[in-house]
């Protein structure tokens, strides 16, 4: 049989450990080999000076180590994947929890948007209807009355918006008429009939035609600055 060196195990064994030094002493026969042997025996045990009935005991502790270090290893790896998967998980749910949070803010930011506007209509609307019943009733109004008129009723930072619109519509003319379609007065409305929901007298005041323009400005385009912009892109709003 060869000599197999066994290193790095404790013999398991305190017979298997005593029976490994009675041999080296039985065939060194002096004090240097029996030295010798002592250091083999602390270093490097060999297989082969074991008693056969003890051989197979040796290498089962020596396995039994190694497959404790080995699962020792595995348990150390794999706690190490598992908080690497917590950080992960973690880390992704916060970013999930984050873009939600910012997800919301534009939202509520959006709605409270929306609500200032829907709240300047309104009040532009109930602006237009209080003022458009102040004004002294004319048989006639000049270019320049009309104006200032629209001025008064019209928000000041609407009103160029709103002007230009009605000078490529009627030229402030409130009697305007198209002789192909009929549409009727400061921004021909077709049919100019439909100005009646703001008052009966659309067709001989412009305060009344200044008033439903206006709303009509603000509930299809937002403003008469949105119509201006829409009017711009198509010739028509």
């Keep these: 049989m060869s000599r197999i060196s066994v290193r790095g ?7 298997a450990v005593t029976a490994v030094g009675s041999v080296v002493g039985v065939a060194s026969g002096s004090t240097a080999q029996n ?4 250091t083999t025996a602390a270093g ?3 297989l082969a000076d074991i008693p056969a009935g003890q051989q197979a005991q040796v290498q089962t502790a020596s396995l039994t180590q190694q497959a404790d270090a080995q699962a020792i290893a595995a348990d150390v790896s794999a706690k190490k994947d598992a908080e690497e998967a917590a950080r992960k998980a973690a880390a992704e749910t916060a970013v999930a929890k984050k873009k939600a949070a910012e997800k919301a803010a534009k939202a509520a ?3 409270e948007e929306a609500k200032e506007r829907a709240e300047a ?3 532009a609307s109930r602006d237009a209807a209080r003022e458009a019943t102040s004004f002294a009733v004319q048989s006639s ?3 320049a009355q009309i104006q200032a008129m629209a001025r008064q009723m019209v928000p000041s930072g609407q009103f160029q918006c709103f002007s230009n619109i009605v000078d490529h519509e009627s030229s402030w003319n409130y009697k305007a008429v198209n002789p192909s379609s009929g549409a009727y007065g400061l921004f021909q ?6 100005m009646s929901s703001v008052g009966a007298d659309w067709q001989t005041n412009p305060a009344t035609q200044i008033k439903w323009g206006l709303n009509y400005m603000n509930e299809r385009y937002g403003s008469p600055c949105g119509a201006w912009s829409f009017w711009q892109a198509n010739h028509w709003y």
Excluded: Q, R, W
């Design 44 to 46: 490097t045990t060999l």
């Design 109 to 111: 930011k959006a709605a």
């Design 121 to 123: 209509k309104d009040a």
């Design 35 to 38: 030295n010798d042997a002592e």
């Design 141 to 143: 109004y000049t270019i």
């Design 189 to 194: 409305a077709l049919p100019g009939s439909k």
């Design 9 to 15: 195990f404790a013999v398991a064994s305190a017979t």
